[in-house]
């Protein structure tokens, strides 16, 4: 089996992912080049039904309210720390689908980068809600794809097939969190170790 290559598993609804994000492609833009990004979020009803036939079962735990709480905290200090102005984003009814396969669609359009640039600022910046089609088309325009093929990603067969294979290499890879960075065997999770990612990475060259 070939040796897959030096990754990160990011997702749009964490602020830690969304520094660990700017951090990577702001001051080690050449690691950024150099690994996978794949995405990770919550599957809805029928990708989970399909999961269960299929024998797979992701480590996801629904967030406590204490946890929460300390979140907004923590990431408030995190966020001061790397002079980053940023919103809470509001999601009245989430549907992480949305946005993660509107990536999908984006990367398999050449645009990935560009469309994650985008749906973070989107998100944690100006406080949008992701989980509308709306968002995806105003995403799409901005960055010169179709809107339409982005706001109906989440219901395209073919985008929802490539999901799956997303979510079973979250699987396999025993991905429990966001921001988490693999290379070799080694794993690391979350935003402040992303230095011994990029230490790793750098030592392989």
Known sequence: MARRAP??????????SWMAYRDLVDH????????????FWEPDEPALDELERSNITL???????EKHLYILQDVRRLSR???????WPVDPAPRWEVSHLAYLAAHRLGAGREFIAETYRAR?????????????RKIGATIGLDP??????????????LGMTALNSLHRDGVFG????????????????LPDFVERIRATR
Request: hydrophobic share 40%.
């Open 124 to 136: 944690w910046e100006r406080g949008e809600d992701i989980s509308a089609p709306d968002t995806m």
């Open 7 to 16: 990754r990160w598993y990011f997702s749009f609804r964490s602020p830690y």
């Open 178 to 193: 966001v921001p988490f960075f693999i290379c070799g065997f080694d794993k690391y999770w979350g935003v402040d170790r």
């Open 28 to 39: 080690h833009p050449d690691v950024a080049e150099r690994i996978d990004w794949l995405p």
């Open 59 to 65: 480590p996801y735990v629904p967030m406590s309210k």
């Open 148 to 161: 339409e093929t982005l706001a109906g990603a989440y219901q395209d067969a073919g985008i929802r097939e």
């Open 81 to 87: 720390a790397r002079d980053l102005a940023m919103v």
